[in-house]
């Protein structure tokens, strides 16, 4: 196996992959209001594609594999391409998703050999969910939490998108939840993806504030180090508790020295930063029959491209929209 390093001395063993670029929701800091033109289903990569380029891949050294989308969960085959992953030896399958539609398949993930789920949740009031997230689906949402609970994940991560004037008023409904259930309550600050999105620069608020508010509840007691399997999260806990906070700050400190991901976009574009508009082809290199061989070199020229982390993260500098919406990226 060859080690793809890139121009900063960064391995890459992590692979995102968008199976799809549609979704029941529509957040507000995700997707325009109108929803994004469908792509048509022929530009989408099929499982088998798919299957082919993370084999190719694992010769390339990645172990670790993240769906997501768009909702993941709306793809119709998923529990079988997931069996297909889990036959090829990787260290990790996991899932990011909106959880609503969980609560049907959860075993069946599971058994199929899902390794972890993510699952977004930006509210925990069901008057406040549709204006966030477009449809009123608060209670499916926590119906997934709790199947993915029984189905035995663990641990459950929640991923919350902390927005001033939003929910941030939530920070400490959400902090107690990590101290009543076993759950790592993740909070992502919010990232300026996508040209129509919801990006508002007053709706920012850094890790730094999260966790000031956070702090009233009582004292959080710093875990696990940074370097670890753990990703970009810092985590804490509160006395007691039978979960955990994870702060994760693309923004205000940006973790790029230590970005180990390559993205798969839903129709076939390698993407070697989330922030960055660089995009290789590769669902064309796939299908104009090139040899394994020739694909290792398509990722090797999108590995090339990585920046050292995104200009427009900068602190304090100017930021700029992407030109992808995020449902499109995946996450
Ligand atoms: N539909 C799935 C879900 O919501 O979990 C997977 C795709 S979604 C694009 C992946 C993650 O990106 C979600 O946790 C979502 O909250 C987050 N996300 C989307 N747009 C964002 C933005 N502008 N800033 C911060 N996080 C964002
Ligand atoms: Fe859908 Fe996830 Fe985007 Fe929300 S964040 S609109 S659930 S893809």
């Not at 969960?73 to 297909?84: E, K, P, Q, T």
């Not at 075993?107 to 972890?116: C, D, W, Y």
């Not at 977004?120 to 008057?127: A, N």
Request: with cysteine; aromatic share 6%.
């Amino acid at each position: 196996v060859e080690n793809l390093i890139d121009n900063f001395q960064r391995r890459v063993n992590y692979l995102r992959i968008s199976l799809t670029d549609r979704c029941n929701l529509r957040c507000i800091y995700c997707m325009p209001e109108g929803g994004i033109p469908k792509l048509p289903h022929d530009e989408i990569l099929r499982y088998e594609e798919l299957l082919r380029l993370v084999k190719v891949a694992q010769t390339l050294g990645i172990e670790k594999v993240r769906l997501t989308g768009g909702e993941p969960l709306l793809r119709r085959g998923l529990v079988s391409f997931i069996r297909a992953l889990s036959e090829l030896g990787l260290r990790d399958i996991s899932i990011t998703t909106n959880g609503t539609l969980l609560e049907g398949c959860a075993k069946e993930l599971k058994a199929a050999g899902l390794t972890r789920l993510n699952i977004s949740l930006d509210t925990l009031r069901p008057e406040r969910f549709g204006s966030i997230a477009g449809l009123d689906l608060l209670n499916d949402a926590l119906a997934g939490i709790e199947a993915a609970e029984a189905a035995g994940f663990d641990p459950i991560k929640i991923n919350v998108v902390a927005m001033a004037g939003l929910n941030d008023d939530e920070i400490l409904d959400f902090g107690r939840l990590s101290i009543e259930r076993p759950y790592r309550i993740r909070f992502i600050e919010l990232m300026p993806i996508g040209e129509q999105a919801g990006w508002r620069p007053e709706r920012y608020l850094s890790c730094d504030e999260i966790k000031a508010k956070l702090r009233t509840l009582g004292r959080l007691y710093a875990l696990g180090s940074r370097k670890s399997f753990d990703g970009p999260a810092r985590r804490f806990r509160f006395r007691g508790a039978a979960g955990e906070i994870g702060l994760i700050n693309p923004i205000s400190r940006h973790f790029c020295p230590s970005c180990n991901r390559l993205r798969i976009t839903a129709d076939g574009r390698l993407r070697a930063c989330l922030f960055s508009d660089h995009e290789v082809d590769i669902k064309q290199a796939l299908r104009s029959g090139l040899s394994d061989d020739d694909l290792r070199a398509v990722f090797r020229q999108a590995i090339a491209a990585k920046p050292a982390r995104h200009p427009r993260l900068v602190p304090g500098g100017p930021i700029r929209k992407c030109q992808r919406q995020m449902s499109q990226i995946g996450g």
